[in-house]
């Protein structure tokens, strides 16, 4: 059994796309069940809908949200540039918005329809010991103290994490000075569905704005606002009506959620201590701007899922959790760097620092070259695993783009993700498994085994996107893909 500490939405990602692999976990949570309440999180990217598909709400999620393609950003009344996400026929759109808490919602009806996936509510971890076979956790529930003893345990519980604290992991960083005030309101606005953000703008003087769009009528308006911004004063002012109605105008609103929020860059100084693993905000906290954040925490479960599931059948194979520390740092340090930056333009440290950023800001409205530095945010992609300056081929580390395909044999499949499960697949591109030209063709391999013969599954790219965007040219290669749809390996094949 695996022990996962946080029923948020890295816990519960992890916690399902365990049980696909037919481990037994147990998720311990401090809260009663369905808690949540605002958008907190709410651009889900790309990626993060094809694993949630993997887990069977994807559709649902992407259904439910607002896509949205453009982001502009303005330096007071002037848009300064356009961010265009380009349009493909891959399934999902690069970014929909929905709510962390509807994520969740469907998260908990996915867990409990999930046989293998135990989730005790209310039991807060309080103590953390484990030997060379197990991990005894202890948790209160209702002032008593359960023991419960796992082959490995997860502490996927946010930014203040027992699991880190009880193994002594630092969690050095910073933390920002001003703070961001954080409203859903629901209301009827000719606004675009598209992601918004403002430097200074007239109705709030030197700071910035940004605006997403939701379902429902529901905006997520986040105002940067001083470090001893007081929201109860705001409110009983009238100063937060002000606010808001100097963005919707005479329209009526209707809050939904208040909260104020400050931002911090910080990351566990290891990701593993023996068999216990951190994952999600446990592990790294940044500023959501880029949307970083809830999308990186459900990489880091669908990279450790299938490390643990492959290390519990077969033990010997424990360095594949060292692999899982080693790339998700790579992605945190990664994420931690590119938040940091569009922090460092956004709330300079320094008075020096200020005076540049605003330098560049007004040059940047006659001057196109200085619109390139000004940063309001890089929006997330998946990590690619591979150094750079690397001689390997240019899909090794690279997540699995989606493309188009025709299921011919073996597969319903019309679309290259959804051949993705829980054993390594191996993608036979422009060639048949046996060499000879054929179909492109998609084998699924057991992990560390050998192709067992005649299995396989074959499907046309009939578009030409897979090859296109695999970027393996007209010679026949194999890929290998991980379960995370990752892929690990690319040999070139002679036809
Ligand atoms: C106000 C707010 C606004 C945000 N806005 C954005 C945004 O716009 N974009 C973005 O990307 N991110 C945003 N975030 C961050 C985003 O919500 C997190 O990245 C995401 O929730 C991380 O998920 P997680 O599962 O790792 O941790 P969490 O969601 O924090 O879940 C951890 C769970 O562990 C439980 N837990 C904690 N300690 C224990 C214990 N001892 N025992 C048992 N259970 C425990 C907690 O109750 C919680 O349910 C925001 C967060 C907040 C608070």
Redesign the pocket.
């Known amino acids: 059994m695996i022990a996962v500490?946080?029923?948020?939405?890295?816990?519960l990602t992890l916690a399902l796309r365990l049980a696909q692999f037919g481990v037994p976990v147990t998720v311990?949570?401090?809260?009663q069940r369905l808690r949540g309440e605002?958008?907190?999180?709410?651009?889900m990217q790309r990626e993060t809908l094809e694993s949630w598909a993997m887990l069977g709400f994807g559709q649902q999620v992407a259904d439910r949200g607002v896509a949205w393609q453009v982001g502009r950003t303005y330096f007071r009344e002037t848009e300064l540039f356009l961010t265009q996400l380009p349009a493909t026929d891959e399934h999902f759109p690069p970014f929909v918005n929905v709510s962390?808490t509807e994520v969740e919602r469907l998260m908990v009806e996915a867990v409990d329809r999930e046989p293998l996936v135990t989730v005790h509510w209310g039991?807060?971890?309080?103590g953390l010991e484990q030997d060379a076979d197990r991990v005894r956790l202890t948790?209160d529930c209702d002032s008593r103290e359960v023991v419960t003893e796992a082959a490995y345990a997860v502490g996927?519980?946010?930014?203040?994490?027992?699991v880190r604290r009880l193994c002594g992991i630092n969690f050095p960083g910073h933390s920002h000075r001003d703070q961001f005030l954080?409203a859903d309101i629901r209301a009827q606005l000719p606004f675009p569905a598209e992601r918004r953000f403002w430097f200074d703008p007239p109705w709030n003087p030197g700071r910035t704005v940004l605006i997403h769009p939701q379902p429902d009528d529901v905006w997520r308006i986040?105002w940067q606002v001083p470090p001893n911004f007081d929201l109860a004063a705001e409110r009983d002012s009238g100063r937060l009506d002000e606010r808001i109605r100097r963005i919707v105008g005479g329209s009526q609103y209707e809050p939904v959620w208040l909260?104020v929020?400050r931002f911090h860059q910080r990351m566990a100084a290891r990701f593993r201590d023996r068999r216990v693993l951190l994952?999600?905000?446990?592990a790294h906290l940044m500023s959501?701007f880029g949307?970083?954040?809830?999308?990186s925490?459900v990489a880091d479960a669908m990279n450790l899922a299938w490390r643990l599931a492959f290390t519990l059948r077969s033990p010997e194979s424990e360095d594949l959790l060292e692999g899982y520390a080693a790339e998700r740092m790579l992605a945190a340090r990664e994420n931690l760097a590119v938040t940091d930056a569009t922090m460092r333009f956004m709330v300079p440290a320094t008075e020096a620092e200020r005076r540049e950023r605003d330098a560049i800001l007004l040059a940047s409205v006659d001057d196109p070259q200085m619109r390139a530095k000004v940063n309001s945010g890089r929006l997330a992609t998946p990590t690619v695993y591979r150094p750079a300056g690397s001689a390997l081929p240019v899909q090794t580390g690279a997540v699995l783009p989606d493309a188009p395909v025709q299921p011919v044999r073996g597969t319903s499949a019309t679309r290259l993700r959804e051949l993705v499960g829980t054993a390594r697949l191996r993608l036979h591109l422009g060639c048949r498994p046996d060499g000879s030209a054929g179909d492109d063709c998609v084998q699924v391999v057991p992990p560390g085994g050998a192709l067992p013969p005649g299995r396989h599954a074959v499907v046309r790219d009939v578009h030409g996107r897979v090859g296109e965007r695999l970027q393996t040219g007209a010679a026949p290669v194999v890929l290998t893909v991980r379960p995370d749809a990752y892929v690990e390996a690319v040999a070139a094949r002679s036809p």
Not at 28 to 31: A, G, L, N, R, Y
Not at 38 to 43: M, P, V, Y
Not at 279 to 282: I, L, Q, R, V
Request: proline letters at 4%.
């Open positions: 500490v946080g029923a948020g939405p890295v816990g311990f949570e401090q809260s605002g958008s907190k999180a709410l651009c962390q039991q807060s971890l309080t948790c996927a519980d946010g930014a203040r994490s027992s954080i986040d909260t929020y994952a999600g905000d446990a959501p949307a970083r954040g809830l999308n925490g």
